[in-house]
């Protein structure tokens, strides 16, 4: 509940703030991607731009922070950061947001922001709309225009929060495009303590197994490939992979290729897989169906092959082939051969 009084004080709150991802003392892609559209909502506004960074040792990543956009980065150094656990990084951006009152807060929509922006925007008392691929500030309302697909993905639908601060949100990765560097810019580092009690955390983090990966991972590909159901067995993934190393590209799949074991489960995209926005998204033999468009809709261009002609893949797809995928992928994939050579 909220009463009058908590409401009016969301005039106090000033300033956008992302929550920047490290790996080993290193940002990740998606913090340089939050402080390109940061910056453009914090310019909109008038208002500063800072970032967060929760870790166990900053090393260079705050002054990376400042030469990618931001005027000032909060750090949260601990023991208890160098993994993402949600009772300390919520515990941790509760406290500094009390201090900091941001108006905006932005995070990526990854493994860590999906499970920490609805836990921190309840302790907030405020609204989080996740998986954004689009924010921007009303001219006359000052407000944050939250976009993001719903239904699958058949439709966008815009956002606002009205009347609770922070205006928090999560921007899938490769949706928003990250400043050039600059490192002549000049920012703030604002060392923060948390005050974390080791006692009060009930998760402990055993152990990181990475994922094995040939070639380009999903969720950083500017290319992929994706085959769906219409495959009709593991074999004929093969071509894929020619196809996709020839362009630099990672090969994904439809969720039935991989309940039928043709391919690993770490290549399914979709709703109940993973998320991804390449530049160009080639569906061979895939149908399109909602679940699996909820994957990929961010995707820049899609390009379809399909025998049919009908198949809803190709009301998204921005070209598309008619046929068997047998007979087109061969001289496709010669011809991306001569041109690669030329």
Request: charged fraction near 25%; glycine fraction near 10%.
């Amino acid at each position: 509940p909220h009463d009058d009084k908590e409401v009016n004080r969301m005039s106090d709150n000033k300033g956008v703030m992302i929550v920047g991802e490290c790996v080993e003392c290193a940002p990740v892609a998606i913090t340089y991607e939050l402080l390109g559209v940061g910056r453009r909502l914090a310019d909109s506004l008038g208002e500063p731009l800072s970032a967060v960074l929760l870790v166990d040792k900053v090393g260079d990543a705050a002054k990376d922070a400042i030469a990618f956009g931001a005027d000032k980065v909060y750090v949260i150094e601990s023991h208890l950061l160098k993994d993402y656990t949600t009772d300390a990084y919520v515990e941790a951006m509760e406290k500094l947001c009390h201090e900091a009152k941001p108006n905006i807060m932005i995070i990526g929509q990854t493994a860590m922001g999906r499970d920490l922006a609805p836990r921190l925007a309840f302790r907030l008392g405020t609204g989080a709309t996740l998986d954004c691929l689009d924010l921007k500030i009303d001219p006359q309302t000052k407000l944050m225009v939250q976009t993001k697909p719903v239904y699958g993905g058949n439709a966008l639908a815009e956002v606002v929060c009205e009347k609770y601060r922070p205006q928090m949100a999560t921007v899938r990765p490769k949706s928003m495009e990250p400043l050039p560097r600059n490192d002549s810019r000049k920012g703030e580092i604002v060392h923060f303590d948390a005050k974390l009690d080791a006692s009060k955390m009930r998760v402990k983090f055993l152990e990181r197994v990475k994922e094995k990966v040939e070639g380009v991972k999903l969720e950083d590909a500017g290319v992929i490939v994706c085959g769906g159901r219409g495959m009709g067995g593991p074999d004929n993934f093969a071509p894929l992979h020619d196809l996709a190393k020839l362009l630099g590209a990672a090969v994904g799949a439809t969720r039935p290729p991989c309940d039928n074991g043709w391919v690993p489960a770490t290549l399914q995209i979709g709703l109940t897989g993973k998320i991804v926005s390449p530049n160009l998204y080639i569906a061979v033999a895939v149908s399109g169906a909602s679940q699996h468009l909820s994957g990929c809709s961010g995707a820049k261009k899609i390009v379809a092959i399909n025998k049919d002609g009908e198949a809803n893949i190709f009301k998204v797809a921005r070209y598309g082939v008619v046929g068997d995928f047998k007979k087109i992928l061969p001289p496709f994939t010669n011809k991306v051969k001569e041109l690669l050579k030329g």
